[in-house]
Protein backbone atom coordinates (compact mmCIF):
# COMPACT_ATOMS: atom_id res chain seq x y z
CA UNK A 1 0.00 0.00 0.00
CA UNK A 2 1.17 3.31 -0.79
CA UNK A 3 1.57 5.88 1.81
CA UNK A 4 2.67 9.48 1.99
CA UNK A 5 3.31 11.42 5.04
CA UNK A 6 4.48 14.51 6.00
CA UNK A 7 5.86 16.97 8.30
CA UNK A 8 7.34 19.63 9.15
CA UNK A 9 4.98 22.30 9.46
CA UNK A 10 4.17 24.74 12.10
CA UNK A 11 4.57 28.51 13.34
CA UNK A 12 6.82 31.00 11.82
CA UNK A 13 6.60 34.67 11.59
CA UNK A 14 7.01 36.72 8.47
CA UNK A 15 10.12 36.28 6.58
CA UNK A 16 11.09 33.14 8.59
CA UNK A 17 11.58 29.68 7.04
CA UNK A 18 10.34 25.84 7.72
CA UNK A 19 11.29 23.20 5.50
CA UNK A 20 8.34 20.41 5.11
CA UNK A 21 9.03 16.56 4.86
CA UNK A 22 7.46 14.07 2.72
CA UNK A 23 8.50 10.18 3.78
CA UNK A 24 7.21 7.82 1.36
CA UNK A 25 6.09 3.91 1.78
CA UNK A 26 5.15 1.17 -0.75
CA UNK A 27 6.58 3.45 -3.81
CA UNK A 28 9.56 4.54 -4.99
CA UNK A 29 10.11 8.31 -5.01
CA UNK A 30 13.01 8.50 -7.40
CA UNK A 31 11.05 7.26 -10.01
CA UNK A 32 8.02 9.14 -9.60
CA UNK A 33 6.84 12.34 -10.10
CA UNK A 34 6.01 14.29 -6.82
CA UNK A 35 4.23 17.06 -5.99
CA UNK A 36 3.98 20.00 -3.17
CA UNK A 37 0.39 20.96 -2.87
CA UNK A 38 -1.48 23.92 -0.54
CA UNK A 39 -4.50 24.76 0.28
CA UNK A 40 -5.40 27.95 2.32
CA UNK A 41 -8.55 28.22 4.56
CA UNK A 42 -11.55 29.24 2.31
CA UNK A 43 -9.60 28.76 -0.93
CA UNK A 44 -8.73 26.03 -3.90
CA UNK A 45 -5.86 23.12 -3.15
CA UNK A 46 -3.33 24.87 -5.48
CA UNK A 47 -0.09 23.49 -6.85
CA UNK A 48 3.38 24.86 -5.37
CA UNK A 49 5.95 22.88 -6.76
CA UNK A 50 7.01 19.62 -8.50
CA UNK A 51 10.22 17.24 -9.06
CA UNK A 52 10.48 14.99 -11.78
CA UNK A 53 12.25 11.59 -11.97
CA UNK A 54 15.56 13.26 -13.56
CA UNK A 55 15.16 15.94 -10.36
CA UNK A 56 13.97 18.51 -12.43
CA UNK A 57 11.77 20.43 -10.52
CA UNK A 58 9.13 23.36 -11.20
CA UNK A 59 7.61 25.98 -8.87
CA UNK A 60 4.42 27.69 -8.89
CA UNK A 61 4.88 32.05 -9.62
CA UNK A 62 4.17 32.57 -5.87
CA UNK A 63 6.89 30.38 -4.84
CA UNK A 64 9.92 31.12 -7.77
CA UNK A 65 12.89 32.11 -5.55
CA UNK A 66 11.54 31.70 -2.17
CA UNK A 67 10.97 27.83 -2.46
CA UNK A 68 12.96 24.68 -3.36
CA UNK A 69 11.79 21.07 -3.76
CA UNK A 70 14.31 18.22 -3.39
CA UNK A 71 14.50 14.65 -2.74
CA UNK A 72 16.68 11.97 -1.20
CA UNK A 73 16.68 9.01 -2.60
CA UNK A 74 18.21 6.81 -0.01
CA UNK A 75 15.72 7.79 2.47
CA UNK A 76 12.53 8.11 -0.09
CA UNK A 77 11.64 11.08 1.19
CA UNK A 78 10.63 15.05 -0.36
CA UNK A 79 11.38 18.09 1.00
CA UNK A 80 10.19 21.82 0.31
CA UNK A 81 12.71 24.39 1.87
CA UNK A 82 10.53 27.32 2.66
CA UNK A 83 12.37 30.85 2.87
CA UNK A 84 11.23 34.81 3.40
CA UNK A 85 7.59 33.07 4.36
CA UNK A 86 4.35 35.13 4.33
CA UNK A 87 1.28 35.42 5.76
CA UNK A 88 0.07 34.35 2.17
CA UNK A 89 1.84 31.33 2.26
CA UNK A 90 -0.29 29.59 5.24
CA UNK A 91 -1.64 26.96 4.09
CA UNK A 92 -2.15 22.58 4.32
CA UNK A 93 0.69 21.56 2.46
CA UNK A 94 0.13 18.41 0.95
CA UNK A 95 2.02 16.17 -0.95
CA UNK A 96 0.97 13.68 -3.39
CA UNK A 97 2.04 11.09 -6.45
CA UNK A 98 0.80 13.49 -9.32
CA UNK A 99 -1.58 12.27 -11.53
CA UNK A 100 -3.03 9.82 -8.64
CA UNK A 101 -4.78 9.98 -5.84
CA UNK A 102 -2.41 9.22 -3.60
CA UNK A 103 -2.12 11.76 -0.84
CA UNK A 104 -0.66 12.95 2.30
CA UNK A 105 -2.02 13.66 5.23
CA UNK A 106 -1.35 17.19 5.04
CA UNK A 107 0.99 19.23 7.54
CA UNK A 108 -0.13 22.63 9.01
CA UNK A 109 1.95 26.05 7.92
CA UNK A 110 1.11 29.54 9.59
CA UNK A 111 3.11 32.32 9.24
CA UNK A 112 2.50 35.57 11.50
CA UNK A 113 2.49 39.03 10.46
Known amino acids: QVQ ?3 SGGGLVQTGGSLRLSC ?3 GISL ?3 VIAWYRQAPGKQREL ?5 SGGG ?3 ATSAKGRFAMS ?3 AKNMVYLQMNG ?3 EDTAIYYCRLSGTAIWGQG ?3 TVSS
Open 4 to 6: LVE
Open 23 to 25: AAS
Open 30 to 32: SSN
Open 48 to 52: VAVIR
Open 57 to 59: TNY
Open 71 to 73: RDN
Open 85 to 87: LRP
Open 107 to 109: TRV
